[in-house]
């Protein structure tokens, strides 16, 4: 019985850590980022490159549509 509830706890917590939409860019909306970084001049500081990716795949991925809903405590 404890271990049917074990697998359970685990068959959830996995199912729940699974990747969502909003979380993850199509592999072509990063290849056309990284393209679109390559031409980016060098002369930026430090840090610049992963916050233009960042940029990039928010503006060409679509907003989850789903409003969490937040506990008032």
Known sequence: MKNQRVLMVMV???ASMSISPASAAPREVEE???DR???VPVSH???TGE???ANCI???TPAPTKTRK???Y
């Open 37 to 39: 970084l390559r031409n």
């Open 70 to 72: 937040y506990r008032k």
């Open 32 to 34: 056309f980022c990284l």
């Open 51 to 53: 916050a233009f990716m």
């Open 12 to 14: 959830t917590c996995l």
């Open 45 to 47: 500081p430090y840090g």
């Open 58 to 60: 928010a503006n060409l």
